[in-house]
């Protein structure tokens, strides 16, 4: 048997296996963020096919973070019952879940949040041009405070654990990074004090769900843009973490969900696991589990990553989309997924029920 079908932990949490399903934003919320039968089906879909941990899409903390239109929410207790009936979903299915929580910073629009977009400074980027206004100090403990809450109503919806999302342009992201953080105050202005946000989010968070409940976080290990962080700073990043008492990290990079992290023309033996180096170099400075994504396709190359010791899990998002059941294909004989990494899940704005490629690889 596959190492990859061996069961492993992260904290208190034992998983049948070490696929993960990464964070992936379903768009299939009602418009104001609650849970929908269909999202609750999509789930039992994912978890039927026994995936060892499996990560919702990103989940916004507070109305003012929200990034995208039918994104799942986790802002207010009114939220709980709904997502309750995801976990409970899961684990009627003997699988595992974890709630992605985040705050989008910039990195939304003012036709989705109905107001001018936060930052820690007023530096725009990317798709949305329109200029940031920068946090206050008291706006920033009161977001540090939403992400508390937001993993206690995770904990109390019975979830298995929460990913702080620390990538991809989104807030905690934009404090880290040197490029979107320009303050010189005590959240700014060197590589502890940008560290700060994150920090007292853990802290926080921590401190709301006790020790026994699992924080893992989604990790920048290097923006891709000039002036942002490269994968020595990631690594300092997640040592820092790591001794705090992170439960697992996972690798990622790239300033907002684009080319760098959803990589084009990925196909079995062609372009898989470009993370693989920075989780590989993690993995040698932390002492936590670490977790790779990013074009991962052939199952050997997967166990390949496992053991050699380059990470602990492999974790997938556009696979699971085409194939649902690929665990279960693994597990029957199958060498590799059929997803041909077109990337039309990613760009769509209708809900992710199914592949969208009409090609077969």
Not at 116 to 132: C, D, F, H, N, R
Not at 337 to 357: D, F, G, T
Request: glycine share 10%; charged share 25%; net charge positive.
């Amino acid at each position: 048997m596959s190492v990859l079908f061996a069961p492993a932990r992260i904290g208190t949490v034992e998983l049948r296996n070490r696929f993960v399903r990464s964070a992936t934003n379903d768009r299939m919320t009602t418009p104001d963020g609650k849970v929908s039968d269909e999202l609750v089906d999509y789930y039992v879909l994912l978890a039927r096919g026994e995936i060892g941990l499996i990560i919702t899409g990103h989940a916004y903390i507070h109305p003012l973070g929200q990034g995208s239109a039918r994104q799942l929410g986790v802002y207010d207790d009114s939220l709980v019952p709904g997502l309750k009936r995801i976990a409970d979903a899961v684990h009627e299915m003997k699988g595992n879940v974890a709630m992605q929580i985040t705050h989008a910073g910039r990195q939304t629009q003012m036709e989705i949040i109905g107001e001018t977009p936060v930052a820690p400074s007023a530096i725009p980027y990317g798709l949305q041009k329109a200029m940031p206004r920068e946090l206050s100090n008291s706006e920033i403990e009161k977001i540090i405070e939403d992400y508390a809450s937001a993993a206690r109503r995770a904990q109390e919806a019975r979830f298995d654990a929460v990913q702080l999302h620390g990538a991809h342009g989104y807030l905690i992201n934009q404090f880290l990074s040197p490029f979107s953080n320009k303050r010189t105050d005590k959240w700014g202005g060197d590589d502890e004090r940008r560290f700060r946000f994150l920090r007292e989010v853990y802290k926080a968070v921590r401190k709301k769900v006790g020790s026994g409940f699992p924080v893992l976080i989604k990790l920048a290990m290097k923006d891709f843009v000039e002036g942002g962080l490269d994968v020595f700073a990631g690594i300092s990043i997640a040592e820092r973490l790591s001794e705090l008492g992170i439960d697992a990290i996972e690798t990622s990079g790239g300033f907002s969900s684009g080319m760098e992290n959803i990589k084009r023309d990925v196909l079995p033996g062609k372009g898989e696991a470009y993370f693989r180096s920075e989780a590989s170099r993690l993995k040698k400075s932390v002492n936590v589990p670490v977790i790779l994504v990013g074009g991962l396709r052939s199952l050997g190359i997967m166990e390949s990553i496992v053991k050699n010791g380059d990470a602990d899990f492999v974790s997938l998002s556009r696979p699971f989309i085409r194939e649902p059941d690929l665990v279960l294909r693994f597990k029957s004989g199958a060498r590799e997924a059929s997803c041909i990494s077109c990337s039309k899940c990613s760009i769509s704005r209708e809900p992710v029920l199914e592949c969208l490629a009409t090609e077969k690889a």
